[in-house]
């Protein structure tokens, strides 16, 4: 039994005692050691292995700490698992994609935060994995924050509508109403990172513009960020003529999950086709996201890791 002493900042102490200790004892399950907080004192109790990765996980910590980040359990779980995939906490948590109001938004595993700077860098992005992995957020995160510093002149949603087969004028409304459910995560997401009377202006303006797929066809997108949603539901031809929609000053992210794909089975998936042919392709980026990517709740891993063992086995 290792015993080990040290002490922390007053900032730090303050963030490991918030919410009735809940952070101190997340450190304690994540390194499986017993770990006492005494005012500014840590004591550490457990096997040398153990002591160690409570140290590692208590630094990182402490640096975000310093950086002006409130920590709870849900950081515990982020730096733990960016230590596992020998990452730099600091890296990933410390980057700030978009901020409004109460709400920070950024990446919280080491592929998210690859998927930020593919974003950020290449001209296509393709990122592709399970619910609950940030993909669509993400994305428009940094969609937002394109049109905010002026990178782009609008954003342009798009989504397949393969529920209604494309044909949306079975739905009652305006354009807006027909595609509103199936854009409403986008919109969900837009609405958290923008004041509501300013998306709706933006809407009105046609900065933000929404559209089924479907009315792609023979437009040039220039100076736009595209978020193309649901990919998987695309069909080989549709995705070919997505991807040549490409215009002058344009950043396209193409988001979807290819174990949730609704296409007839006799038909591939235009993601599953775009992400093998495209991939090396240079100025374009495909991220592969997998369940320690899921930042949801942690049963949402446990059904994905279920699902995927039951599809290696049928």
């Given at each position: 039994?290792?015993?080990?002493?040290?002490?922390?900042?007053?900032?730090?102490?303050?963030?490991?005692?918030?919410?009735?200790?809940?952070?101190?004892?997340?450190?304690?399950?994540?390194?499986?050691?017993?770990?006492?907080?005494?005012?500014?004192?840590?004591?550490?109790?457990?096997?040398?292995?153990?002591?160690?990765?409570?140290?590692?996980?208590?630094?990182?910590?402490?640096?975000?700490?310093?950086?002006?980040?409130?920590?709870?359990?849900?950081?515990?779980?982020?730096?733990?698992?960016?230590?596992?995939?020998?990452?730099?906490?600091?890296?990933?948590?410390?980057?700030?994609?978009?901020?409004?109001?109460?709400?920070?938004?950024?990446?919280?595993?080491?592929?998210?935060?690859?998927?930020?700077?593919?974003?950020?860098?290449?001209?296509?992005?393709?990122?592709?994995?399970?619910?609950?992995?940030?993909?669509?957020?993400?994305?428009?995160?940094?969609?937002?924050?394109?049109?905010?510093?002026?990178?782009?002149?609008?954003?342009?949603?798009?989504?397949?509508?393969?529920?209604?087969?494309?044909?949306?004028?079975?739905?009652?409304?305006?354009?807006?109403?027909?595609?509103?459910?199936?854009?409403?995560?986008?919109?969900?997401?837009?609405?958290?990172?923008?004041?509501?009377?300013?998306?709706?202006?933006?809407?009105?303006?046609?900065?933000?513009?929404?559209?089924?797929?479907?009315?792609?066809?023979?437009?040039?997108?220039?100076?736009?960020?595209?978020?193309?949603?649901?990919?998987?539901?695309?069909?080989?031809?549709?995705?070919?003529?997505?991807?040549?929609?490409?215009?002058?000053?344009?950043?396209?992210?193409?988001?979807?999950?290819?174990?949730?794909?609704?296409?007839?089975?006799?038909?591939?998936?235009?993601?599953?086709?775009?992400?093998d042919v495209l991939r090396g392709v240079e100025g374009i980026e495909v991220i592969d996201f997998d369940r320690a990517d899921v930042v949801r709740h942690q049963l949402v891993q446990r059904i994905v890791e279920a699902y995927r063992v039951s599809d290696e086995e049928s």
């Amino acid at each position: 039994m290792t015993r080990a002493a040290f002490t922390v900042s007053d900032a730090f102490a303050r963030e490991l005692a918030s919410r009735e200790d809940a952070v101190l004892k997340a450190v304690a399950q994540a390194a499986t050691c017993k770990v006492y907080l005494r005012g500014d004192e840590v004591m550490l109790d457990g096997d040398d292995a153990q002591v160690g990765r409570a140290r590692t996980v208590l630094a990182e910590l402490g640096e975000l700490v310093d950086r002006g980040m409130p920590l709870e359990t849900q950081t515990v779980e982020a730096v733990t698992g960016v230590l596992s995939a020998e990452g730099h906490a600091g890296d990933v948590l410390g980057d700030v994609v978009w901020r409004h109001r109460t709400t920070t938004i950024r990446p919280r595993t080491l592929n998210q935060k690859r998927y930020v700077d593919a974003i950020r860098t290449a001209t296509m992005t393709f990122g592709c994995g399970p619910a609950g992995t940030g993909k669509t957020y993400l994305a428009m995160a940094l969609a937002v924050a394109a049109l905010e510093e002026r990178q782009v002149s609008r954003i342009i949603l798009t989504r397949p509508a393969v529920e209604a087969g494309e044909r949306l004028g079975f739905l009652p409304g305006d354009l807006m109403a027909k595609v509103d459910p199936y854009l409403r995560p986008l919109f969900d997401a837009l609405y958290d990172m923008m004041d509501g009377e300013r998306v709706t202006a933006l809407l009105e303006r046609g900065v933000v513009e929404v559209a089924p797929l479907a009315f792609m066809r023979g437009r040039t997108l220039n100076d736009a960020f595209i978020i193309l949603d649901e990919a998987q539901n695309t069909t080989r031809e549709q995705m070919r003529m997505f991807l040549t929609r490409l215009g002058m000053g344009s950043k396209v992210v193409v988001t979807g999950d290819p174990t949730q794909i609704d296409l007839p089975r006799d038909q591939r998936s235009g993601l599953v086709e775009a992400r093998d042919v495209l991939r090396g392709v240079e100025g374009i980026e495909v991220i592969d996201f997998d369940r320690a990517d899921v930042v949801r709740h942690q049963l949402v891993q446990r059904i994905v890791e279920a699902y995927r063992v039951s599809d290696e086995e049928s």
